[in-house]
């Protein structure tokens, strides 16, 4: 395994912000705007101060978990982590993704095995205390696009998108909550497409079998992600002898919003407060860095007709935005306190419906999320709500023995791979090639510019008009060689096609539709060659505290 800092490397995509680096390796610039430093985890000693929850709220917390985890087809171990919180002595590492189809991009299993490993390694540490890992299901979100599709890689190496559609078809309006849009029998649709793109394997009737086996007609998106997230975290425990027991949390329940109210209702009553705190510190921000959320006026919405639209003040009520429904003030403010259920969480707001639930001690972030918990801390004191540890996910990219053998043959470095694909267009076409046409060709222009120099003394000494030939024929001749070097490097490309298309299967593996593997490819083309014991093999593999993007040789 390879660590690369990801100061040093090409970034494919979003992701790596300033602060993200920052965060990373100079911590000291951002320390302001954070409670916490996640490199001193776990000499932190005040890390659970600020946590402890009243015996009941831990007891309907719990109660609600174990229900919802039963519906997941959750391990023993799950049931029992959720025992143990209702002690005052057990605290969360809370991690949390959308619920995408067949878990999404691979960086949801990173985030998953990071709090398994990090709520493993805290509860070690800091005995008696036990920490158990949470996932959040970020299911209230009402973009299907978002979630209904994943990437794999085609027979031919190419990254091939598959959607699911309800009843077959797109839709364009507001579905309200993806999380509990029910899985219809068009489901077989997808999985017909997911099997025509996997490439043959041995292994592709189990695991297209135990992928059905957890998205079936009947389930929401929400219940069908647990369920495979728990398929494919079995065996991947700190020891490797059982299941870690993460514990899934779905948020649209009317139970949990029922312990939310309050903080709906604060958010309604003192609006626009939390909108002003973060724009304050947005703009301490912004004297170094981007700012990665914009906070709205009311940072709710209201589910309506079956949509989740945002709340927009007016001058004397509220709107639906892109409705033209209207409510009262004493309606919303009655609805956060008697139907808590018909509210919902935005950006800004969902951390601290989160940690107001649970006792997180720590949240394990990616990129991006690192850098908009950089706009909150003066949220979590207005909610009196204690800001959790934000701990960076793991990073990684998987690298198998073919394509590592490829990089070696043709002498590149990783550093090469992770910076500009020109360039390793251009390093390959070098290696190969007999003539090195860059020195050629810079060679030639050198001797040219020499004898047109030294023809310059004679053609002023017998007619000075004659030098604007000469300059006229070098504009020329460079034109001409430039020709020349052109079509050269295009035969030279032609003759090593077969070369250029391997390079091309090294980069769509590692950069699927030129971002990172990690953001695009779902763990499925990795699991259909390499068997349903993949997941547990990258488990151990991946290190929860390499500062870097960890390239795993598998």
């Not at 914009?294 to 009520?317: Q, V």
């Not at 023809?455 to 001409?480: C, N, Q, W």
Request: aromatic share 10%; charged share 25%.
């Amino acid at each position: 395994m390879t660590t690369l800092d990801f100061r040093r490397i090409l970034d494919h995509g979003a992701g790596y912000s300033n602060i993200f680096l920052d965060y990373l390796y100079n911590f000291a610039k951002l320390k302001r705007f954070f409670n916490y430093d996640f490199h001193l985890l776990p000499e932190i000693p005040d890390l659970t101060r600020g946590f402890q929850k009243s015996p009941d709220h831990r007891q309907r917390v719990a109660e609600i978990l174990e229900a919802q985890n039963l519906r997941f087809d959750c391990p023993q171990k799950t049931i029992e982590n959720i025992h143990a919180l209702r002690e005052a002595d057990t605290f969360c590492v809370v991690t949390g993704q959308q619920v995408g189809i067949v878990g999404g991009p691979l960086y949801t299993f990173y985030k998953a095995v990071t709090a398994v490993k990090l709520a493993a390694r805290l509860s070690k540490a800091l005995a008696p205390m036990q920490f158990v890992p949470v996932f959040w299901l970020e299911g209230e979100d009402h973009d299907l696009e978002e979630v209904n599709n994943i990437t794999l890689l085609s027979h031919e190496n190419k990254p091939v998108k598959t959607e699911y559609t309800i009843d077959g078809k797109p839709h364009e309006r507001n579905l309200g909550a993806v999380g509990d849009l029910v899985f219809d029998m068009s489901l077989e649709l997808f999985f017909q497409a997911v099997e025509k793109t996997l490439p043959s394997s041995e292994f592709r009737s189990q695991v297209t079998e135990a992928v059905r086996s957890a998205y079936i007609p009947g389930r929401t998106f929400s219940e069908a992600f647990a369920c495979w997230i728990n398929r494919l975290l079995a065996g991947t425990d700190a020891d490797g002898t059982g299941d870690p027991g993460l514990i899934f949390i779905s948020s649209n329940d009317k139970r949990i919003k029922q312990i939310l109210s309050p903080v709906f209702l604060k958010e309604l009553e003192r609006f626009p407060l939390t909108s002003q705190l973060m724009i304050a510190q947005s703009a301490e921000l912004e004297a170094e860095y981007h700012a990665q959320i914009k906070p709205k006026a009311i940072n709710l919405f209201l589910f309506h007709k079956g949509g989740r639209y945002l709340i927009e003040p007016r001058e004397s009520d509220f709107s639906l935005k892109g409705t033209r429904f209207f409510i009262t003030r004493e309606e919303l403010l009655r609805t956060a306190v008697e139907m808590p259920e018909s509210l919902s969480p935005n950006v800004v707001l969902r951390p601290i419906c989160q940690d107001t639930l649970l006792p997180t001690a720590v949240y394990v972030a990616g990129p991006s999320e690192v850098a908009y918990f950089a706009q909150l801390k003066p949220v979590y004191e207005a909610f009196s709500v204690a800001m959790p540890v934000i701990y960076p996910r793991a990073s990684a990219t998987v690298l198998e023995k073919k394509l590592q053998l490829l990089i070696e043959k043709y002498e590149l470095t990783l550093d090469q791979i992770f910076g500009a694909r020109k360039q390793v267009n251009e390093h390959v076409m070098g290696y190969l090639s007999e003539v090195e046409l860059e020195g050629l060709f810079a060679s030639s222009r050198e001797t040219i510019d020499e004898v047109l120099n030294e023809m310059k003394f004679g053609l002023s000494y017998v007619d000075p008009t004659l030098l604007g030939v000469l300059e006229t024929a070098r504009t020329k001749i460079a034109g001409h060689i430039g020709t020349m070097e052109e079509k050269t490097a295009a035969a030279q490309q032609r003759k090593h096609e077969i070369a250029l298309r391997q390079i091309d299967k090294v980069f769509n593996t590692i950069f699927p539709n030129g971002n990172y593997q990690e953001r695009e490819l779902n763990i499925l083309h990795f699991v259909n060659k390499h068997g349903l014991d993949f997941p547990r093999r990258l488990a151990d593999q991946i290190q929860i505290d390499a500062l870097g993007h960890q390239v795993i040789e598998l």
